[in-house]
């Protein structure tokens, strides 16, 4: 096997047309035989190039709609052939098939036939065959064949061709064959995800799960960590999806960090006012609403201002310039919001370590998606957790029931419960966090961190009592017993929401009555892990 290998008959079928006609062109010019299909040979033509059909190479016409033009021996023996084999070569020759150098092909668009919202028929007739067949021949034989799947990969290949005079080296072809290959599992893992989806088999016996390299990160959570960013191909608005304005790449920590918050700020539709989430570690260490997104945004920062430094913001609105020099008072890491103005963005060009994120809306918090976490041996998959609940769904279990604004806030500090690690208590007060509680091994715990954070803002700010003197307390999953709602209590806690459902719950509710609070179930937990 030699390492270096001439290119002098491509085959190019592709769906995407961008940068074709410079391909043709720049191959044509190598003096490169070009042979194609359909659409591909007219784009060719049209850019003056001479093309050879394929239907003139297997002697058949492209017959069921296209769905037969490439699967042929004259097409597949020019792919997979070993052009050092002497009974391949000698099979060639007898039956009339020529070698096939470069195949250049990528995919129907299935993928975005499916995120069109297409029905199930056009779905069907958008999963290519030939060309995933041809591919992986391709792919297969890369010790003589140059496969390329993406545009992107374009420049790339006549780079090669013209640093090795119209020939390419066995680690190139490696590469592409890789590339191929990672492709063509991709588009079977959406292909194979859609149709579980359609038959509602939400535990299909093979789960595949597939990404496209977004960055390249410089470490993980740690710097002896290696790490990488994939995206998903959802068009749902967050990270992954988002413009950068300004600032160096983002790290392992800042996406995670970031999504972390957008997904909690979602939960705050715009028409309903502004709202801030300002996350530490993938918490919130405040989140807050307003009549305009300063006063958001310095309410939710006097939740907890100590964690807040080199935090993460996320608004639900666009960020303005009242706003952005409000948050250029400390460091912070990363803001992301739906747009920001241009008055904003120059005020946050002068913070040269600030990235600002910008994504062209909320993502929708009742968006049906999947998350996967990895264990040792394989990995666990489930539902977005997008449920939500109305004060419909509340049910009053003491003797007292909330007021108005206890009720108003209860649903706040439920949202914002819903992404705090859990164990998770969550004090709020005015639509406001004012303490926190995150990840303890004990609700109570959980409970007094939460209060002690509460004293610890009201001495910063000078106020006579906590912070959560006349708040509403949030707790992710059931009080066991009543030890943690008596914390709460202690604190200065007047209302509380839990999911109910402990076998202490009437010892719960006797205590909550006997301390004069409300409280409602939801009859819904929020675990965080």
């Not at 690690?421 to 961190?449: E, F, H, L, P, W």
Request: aromatic share 6%; proline share 3%.
């Amino acid at each position: 096997m030699t390492n270096l290998h001439t290119v002098q008959r491509a085959l190019l079928s592709v769906s995407d047309k961008t940068g074709l006609a410079e391909l043709g062109q720049a191959l044509a010019a190598r003096g490169v035989e070009l042979l194609s299909t359909g659409g591909t040979a007219k784009a060719l033509r049209d850019a003056g190039l001479t093309v050879i059909d394929v239907a003139e190479v297997t002697g058949f016409p492209e017959m069921m709609d296209g769905r037969v033009k490439t699967l042929h021996p004259k097409v597949h023996g020019g792919l997979l052939a070993l052009r050092d084999n002497a009974d391949h070569v000698a099979a060639m020759q007898e039956h009339g098939i020529g070698g096939i150098d470069l195949l250049v092909v990528n995919l129907y668009p299935f993928e975005a036939t499916v995120a069109k919202g297409a029905d199930y028929d056009t779905c069907i007739e958008n999963i290519d065959i030939g060309g995933p067949a041809m591919i992986r021949a391709a792919a297969k034989n890369h010790s003589f064949v140059n496969v390329v799947v993406d545009v992107e990969d374009y420049a790339p290949l006549l780079a090669e061709l013209e640093a090795n005079q119209g020939a390419t080296t066995l680690a190139f072809r490696q590469k592409l064959a890789m590339t191929a290959y990672s492709r063509t599992a991709a588009y079977d893992a959406a292909v194979s995800g859609w149709m579980a989806a359609q038959q509602g088999d939400l535990a299909p016996r093979r789960r595949t799960v597939a990404g496209t390299l977004a960055q390249t990160l410089r470490y993980g959570e740690n710097p002896h960590q290696q790490a990488s960013f994939y995206t998903d191909g959802s068009a749902r608005p967050g990270v992954a999806t988002a413009t950068q304005h300004q600032g160096k790449e983002l790290s392992y920590n800042n996406i995670n960090d970031t999504d972390a918050a957008f997904e909690l700020v979602s939960e705050f539709a715009p028409e309903n006012g502004p709202a801030c989430a300002i996350i530490k570690h993938a918490n919130p260490c405040g989140v807050a609403t307003g009549a305009t997104l300063k006063d958001a945004y310095a309410r939710a920062f006097d939740c907890d201002r100590t964690s807040a430094f080199g935090g993460i913001i996320a608004l639900n609105q666009p960020l303005d310039a009242a706003t952005a020099e409000e948050i250029t008072g400390i460091f912070t890491e990363v803001v992301i919001a739906p747009d920001a103005d241009d008055a904003a963005r120059e005020i946050f060009a002068a913070k040269k370590n600030l990235r600002l994120l910008t994504t062209g809306g909320l993502a929708d918090p009742l968006t049906a998606a999947m998350t996967i976490r990895q264990v040792s041996g394989g990995f666990l998959m489930q539902d977005k957790d997008n449920g939500h609940i109305s004060l419909d769904d509340l049910k009053v279990v003491t003797k007292r029931a909330p007021s108005d604004r206890e009720l108003s806030d209860l649903l706040f500090a439920w949202k914002v419960a819903k992404h705090v690690k859990s164990n998770a208590i969550v004090y709020v007060r005015d639509g406001a966090t004012v303490g926190v509680g995150a990840g303890q091994m004990s609700r109570v715990d959980s409970a007094n961190i939460a209060a002690i954070k509460a004293q610890r803002m009201a001495d910063v700010l000078g106020l006579p009592e906590s912070l959560a003197k006349g708040s509403v307390v949030a707790s992710d999953a059931f009080f066991p017993f009543a030890d943690g709602l008596l914390e709460a209590a202690a604190a200065g806690a007047t209302a509380v929401i839990q999911p109910g459902g402990s076998m202490r719950d009437n010892e719960v509710i006797e205590a909550a009555d006997e301390a004069g609070l409300a409280m409602v179930f939801t009859g819904m937990r929020h675990f965080r892990h």
